[in-house]
């Protein structure tokens, strides 16, 4: 027995892991016939050590959110999807990719990269993935980092 989803929440960070991530979120999407929601999570914590907080710099890290989730919306859209939402959240990424958003939009399936950090970031900070496999409050279908470089190796040739 299978089962179908209805609302797919795909997180979006601009890394390969997420833009192959979200390609797959896509094809489920159309498969099931449901609503796909983009989610962009802008990490607030990275401004709480900032000494001379700039309110540039946050408008300046909101409209490059703005613009790297529209052309994911447009490329949803562009792929056949008709039922496609987007969102730019503010806060930690772990709570909201796992929990708040999911909850606040009846989400049924996670799609995620399996990390969009390098080695020494995942070690001081955690990985998102890691924790959204263990605490969501859905299913989370994780696309691993090879599948990422085989994609690239396809599109060099």
Request: aromatic share 6%; hydrophobic share 40%; with cysteine.
């Amino acid at each position: 027995m299978s089962k179908q989803y209805k609302n797919i929440q795909i997180a979006i960070d601009g890394s390969k892991e997420a833009d192959v991530a979200f390609k797959s979120a896509v094809e489920i999407a159309i498969l099931n016939d449901a609503n796909l929601e983009i989610l962009h999570v802008v990490d607030t914590r990275a401004f709480q050590d900032v000494s001379s907080f700039d309110s540039e710099m946050v408008e300046q890290v909101s409209n490059d959110a703005k613009t790297k989730i529209e052309d994911y919306y447009q490329r949803a859209l562009d792929a056949g999807l008709k039922h496609v939402h987007y969102s730019i959240e503010y806060g930690s990424p772990k709570n909201i990719i796992a929990h708040e958003f999911p909850n606040e939009h009846n989400i049924d399936l996670i799609v995620i990269g399996a990390t969009g950090l390098n080695v020494i970031e995942r070690l001081l900070i955690g990985s998102v993935t890691e924790y959204v496999t263990r605490t969501a409050v859905c299913d989370v279908l994780v696309i691993r980092q090879q599948l990422a470089q085989k994609q690239d190796i396809k599109n060099n040739k």
